[in-house]
């Protein structure tokens, strides 16, 4: 409490912008605010930096950024002679303000900073920093975050976020910097507005990497044919979606209207997570008013890395998981890959990665095609370290497909993230290959089911709302690395292996019959992530399992 009370007393005497010290003034009398707001400084980690905006060391505002940005451009300086970061953002509150204004700290400490000139996706950030050559990238987002979030993302100069290395290196040049006592460099850098010629040159490099089916003319054709609706969920992807499609062939797409416009507000979708079935209501408005025509419903959030999607079937719209997309996308590019077309092949050792926590159906998918499947930690970043990893050993060919459970999708060698744009061509050249053969995606899975064995998985989560319950989320996971699920299991799936990941701070069980238990606290919200994953004999018995494995799992976590 007295490091709390300290830095606010700080933070009072300082000439703030106005916002922020009227916040400290309406906290005043509230210990517990004060406490949440100024117990530490905000964890910056692999993500660089992510939480609510306000006033407060543990809170993102202007103040948190300039700190941050300082300890950045100190590190950039002493590591390279001319150094330059470019610096995107997108559609939420503030994001431009801050990209702004953390393009002038970066300049004022000699870093030239390339600044995007509108909303910009992740991914298209991550290919700049190759594109132009330079050292690193910020991204100003919160991703799929509610309103009151924002952050603030780091790139090195490969276009990957920075690992857990650079991380900590990086967060000992913050720690030494005084946001609010700082001197310009002698040398000063620039701030230059980009102009289209980056976007340009994205949209140019995902459509090198399109994955036809058949001869191009004839998905050309059928692409004409699928019918898409398409929301932005009022984020930076758009313009991007839009001119990916138009590229591809895609001809009859229709936008949701209300989700068009960029809108940090969300004032349709006050959550604005693909993941969410409600991030859709406004689009199913749209397919009533149009008679139900689409084919296909697609999404992307807030800062375009993840995208959603939803498929009509036969009996009306189905809302797929980031696991069925990923398993669909990795079975049509093995698929495609196997037969050669238009030079595409599976010749080396073509490997594809997972994270842990996304479907085990992939690993038998890979089996399949001679593919091996390797699974990571979770973030997408430890995918892409994995990729870089395989670039250095001259194998940057043998790269074939990267996906997490959480919407995240990667083909190609273009960006280093994850790319709901990509995705987005993906998915429509797999739902027109399946409309021109009288099916859809529904049918297709259940044909991959059929395969390979029925899946369902489920990701849960225990949700906490104070800084302080972190100590409950960490005794919680201490329990399980004692063996308390063990303890209580199930007689029809006993434990047959457990995983302690402590490092890592996540747990994993094996059950009988193939079913899995993992168990993660959040890397960037108050949450305990909860994933199971079942197998059955029929698609009902999986969705049964997996539901009980669910609910047996949550009570001894809660102990209940």
Known sequence: MERAFREYTRWKGENLPADLAAELDLMAQNQDEIYDRFCKDIAFGTSGLRGKMGAGTNRINSVVLRKATLGIARYLTERYQAPAVVIGYDTRINSEDYARAVAEVYAAKGVDAYLFSEPTPVPVVSFAVRHLGINGGIMLTASHNT???????????????????????????????DPFCWQPSERCGRVITLDGSVRAAYIQAVKRETLWWDEPEECRRALADLKVCYTPLNGSGYSYVMGVLENLGVKN????????APDGNFPTCPSPNPENDHVYEEAFRVCEANDHKFDI???????????????????????????????LMFDYVCRCHSEG????????????????????LAEEIGRAYG?????????????????????????????????????????????????????????????AEQKA???DLIRKLESIYGRYGYTESIATSIVFRQEKDREKMAAMMEDLFRGKLKACQREDA????????????????DLDGGHRVIVRPSGTELKLKIYIFAKGQSRDEAIDMAAGLCSWARNILEDK
């Open 253 to 260: 797409i229709t936008v949701v209207e209300s989700q068009q």
């Open 437 to 439: 053969a009288g099916s």
């Open 297 to 327: 419903i697609i999404a992307t959030d807030p800062d375009s890395d993840r995208l959603g999607l939803v498929v009509r079937g036969e009996e009306g719209y189905v809302h797929l998981s980031g696991n069925q997309v990923g398993e």
């Open 371 to 431: 593919v091996e499947v390797r699974n990571v930690f979770t973030g997408f970043k430890n995918i892409v370290r994995e990729i870089e990893q395989m670039k250095a050993a001259g194998r940057e060919n043998d790269f074939l497909f990267g996906f997490e459970e959480s919407l995240g999708y990667l083909y190609g060698d273009y960006t280093r993230d994850k790319d709901g744009i990509m995705a987005a061509q993906m998915v429509c050249l797999m739902a």
């Open 494 to 509: 006993p434990v047959r292996r457990e995983f302690c990941y402590r490092q890592q701070k996540m747990y994993c069980a």
């Open 147 to 177: 309103k009151e979030y924002n952050g603030y993302k780091v790139y090195d100069h490969f276009g990957n976020q920075i690992d857990k290395l650079k991380a900590a290196l990086i967060e000992k040049y913050i720690d030494d910097e």
């Open 341 to 360: 077309i238009c030079g595409r092949d599976l010749s080396g050792k073509k490997v594809a990665f997972k994270s842990f926590v996304s479907s085990p």
